[in-house]
């Protein structure tokens, strides 16, 4: 590679070689696990409020999920949309829809009524599953779709029997009862459909065939499914050990970040048990229980989003516990602030900790992750430096054209985790993945970065409009196609406003019809309806009315004014 910026990571040695190419596993995710399963039969592959599961076990499970899928019609290339938290049914279906070569749709639990609808339309998906406490999601829209079958998993039924009835004495009676006429199959039933099955269940899948399907809003801000193959995966996992050759089979890995999020399903379950490792598997947490979660299991490696790290610190919990267990502690899916980060390295040094929080960069159509500080070697405000195999291109906005070193220009990434494409979206496809001079095919990311002569990334802001809230990604277009669709409303406009915890917080401007008075109850009304079409961590945090709102010389709204406006605010409190 001649390319100037194409600069590898010199993870392996501390002069600052290149490594050598990495061997990537030539097969699906479930091969992948298989192979470490039968080298570790009795480690355990995760832990679940209280309960332990082996290696052994699991595949067991996986392999009974996989003979029931094929027993209710499931076959290769079949999209099966699983709406779950991370918990052990979530984990087996993953892998048991690997096995019988279909596709795993995943999506947020705490998606809205259309959200839902649209993930199963977009992906065509055939065969749902979910919680029960989610089943009336499911049930507002099984007319508008079309799933041959929807089975719904309970946290009760993998948990210990004691944690069990304290479970139904407390969250399990907020669940309402699913009608006994329900067109659905319950977890258990389904498993059992597995037992009766024995016929071939396992399906000849090559490493470059589609996976999984993630969503991200991608450059333009509307919302597309990401297909990633098993290699994608695959090759994650490989990644993430080059860059942590401290792991050892067996280290736990706290896996609160969510498996429908690239971040969760790649770094914290799929590169774990294709290694060996140990998840932690959390369905809800929450910032005193995360800190509870830590002290309890000895955790060997965290994730988080910057909010969570920030939250951990003021945790009383936290007081005094040792942190010597840790070996790697990594923070993406926003900007890690300078502040921040001396922050929480004083307060890992402060719990015994021999590490510092690593900052990393990355994006769905990678899977996560691609970029990453080194254990050895850190630059203040930097993201890192890429991968192994992965590589990193600083271009002039809108071109091909590569920049010299310090040149602000738009991020772009080749390598082993570069997404398939967009799904059914050759258009979207063909303007994020675009093949350069130099013969490799680039994803381009819409971010604008930096890149110095060691190979050290400096991510700078969006090229796109969008909000990040507590690590997740919010499109404003998205929102505001929402709410102009109420009765209501003439026109709005959503910005993100800065928060100390959120990073930013998400406010919509409206401007009522013509001949309608802004109320309390039209703000109630417009509240309600985002409560129903619009994920909980998007929802915007207040309404605000306005007569009209600012427009650019074409007639756009503009809502860089808006953005103004609340910093005004902030900076006069």
């Keep these: 590679m001649n390319n100037k910026n194409n600069v590898k990571a010199p993870w392996l040695d501390n002069y600052g070689n290149v490594p050598p ?18 080298r570790y039969p009795q480690y355990i592959v995760y832990d679940f409020m209280g309960r332990k599961t082996t290696y052994k076990s699991f595949m067991k499970s996986v392999e009974r999920c996989a003979r029931a899928l094929r027993a209710i019609g499931i076959r290769a290339g079949d999209r099966v949309t699983i709406c779950m938290p991370n918990c052990p049914q979530t984990v087996i279906m993953f892998y048991a829809v690997n096995v019988v070569g279909a596709v795993a749709n995943m999506i947020h639990p705490l998606s809205s ?6 993930y199963i339309r977009e992906s065509k998906s055939i065969l749902a599953i979910t919680l029960d406490q989610f089943y009336h999601k499911f049930e507002a829209i099984r007319q508008n779709v079309e799933l041959s079958n929807v089975i719904i998993a309970s946290i009760k039924d993998e948990l210990s029997q004691p944690i069990k009835t304290g479970y139904m004495l407390t969250e399990g009676r907020k669940i309402e ?19 009766r099955y024995h016929w071939k269940y396992r399906i000849d899948r090559a490493a470059d065939d589609p996976a999984v399907i993630l969503y991200s809003g991608g450059t333009t801000g ?13 090759a994650l996992g490989a990644q993430i050990i080059a860059t942590n050759p401290m792991f050892r089979p067996g280290d736990k890995m706290l896996a609160v970040m969510p498996m429908f999020h690239g971040f969760g399903l790649g770094v914290s379950i799929h590169s774990m048990l294709v290694n060996g490792g140990r998840c932690i598997l959390v369905p809800r947490f929450t910032a005193a229980s995360y800190a509870k979660l830590i002290k309890k299991y000895k955790c060997n490696f965290i994730a988080g989003v910057p909010t969570l790290y920030e939250a951990l610190i003021r945790q009383p919990v ?13 923070s993406g899916g926003d900007s890690l602030s300078i502040e921040l980060k001396k922050k929480f390295d004083k307060f890992l040094y402060d719990h015994n900790a021999s590490v510092q929080i690593r ?61 398939l494409g967009y799904l059914d979206r050759p258009e979207e496809t063909a303007n994020t993945l675009r093949t350069h001079a130099d013969g490799l095919t680039w994803v381009h990311t819409g971010d604008l970065g930096v ?20 690590g997740y990604n919010v499109y404003p277009s998205q929102l505001e196609n929402i709410i102009d669709a109420h009765d209501l409303v003439q026109m709005s406009c959503v910005i993100g406003v800065p928060d100390e915890y959120k990073m930013q917080k998400v406010k919509a401007f409206v401007m009522l019809k013509a001949g309608l008075t802004p109320s309390d109850e039209y703000r109630e009304i417009l509240m309600n309806y985002c409560k129903k079409n619009i994920a909980k961590y998007a929802l915007p945090y207040e309404i605000e009315f306005r007569d009209s709102l600012p427009t650019t010389l074409v007639g756009k709204v503009a809502y860089r004014e808006l953005e103004e406006e609340e910093l005004k605010k902030l900076n006069n409190k």
């Design 222 to 234: 509307t919302t597309k499914g990401i297909l990633l193959s098993n290699k994608n995966f695959n």
């Design 113 to 118: 009524e259309n959200e839902i609808e649209f």
């Design 451 to 470: 890149m110095d002569d060691e190979g050290f990334v400096y991510f700078r802001q969006r090229i796109k409009r969008m909000i990040v809230t507590s």
């Design 177 to 195: 009862k699913i009608p006994k006429d329900a067109p659905v199959m319950t977890w258990n039933y389904f498993m059992r459909l597995g037992d």
């Design 359 to 419: 900052e990393g960069y990355g994006t769905t159509e990678c899977v996560t992750a691609s970029c990453l500080t080194p254990i050895h070697m850190a630059k203040e405000g930097s993201i890192g430096q890429p991968f192994p195999d992965t590589f990193y291109k600083i271009v002039k906005v809108g071109t091909t054209d590569e920049q010299p070193y310090g040149e602000e220009g738009e991020i772009c990434i080749s390598g082993p985790t570069v997404m």
């Design 21 to 38: 190419t990495l061997e990537y596993f030539e097969g699906t995710m479930y091969d992948a696990v298989d192979i470490i399963a039968k």
């Design 318 to 330: 936290m007081n005094g516990v040792d942190l010597s267990c840790l070996k790697g502690v990594f």
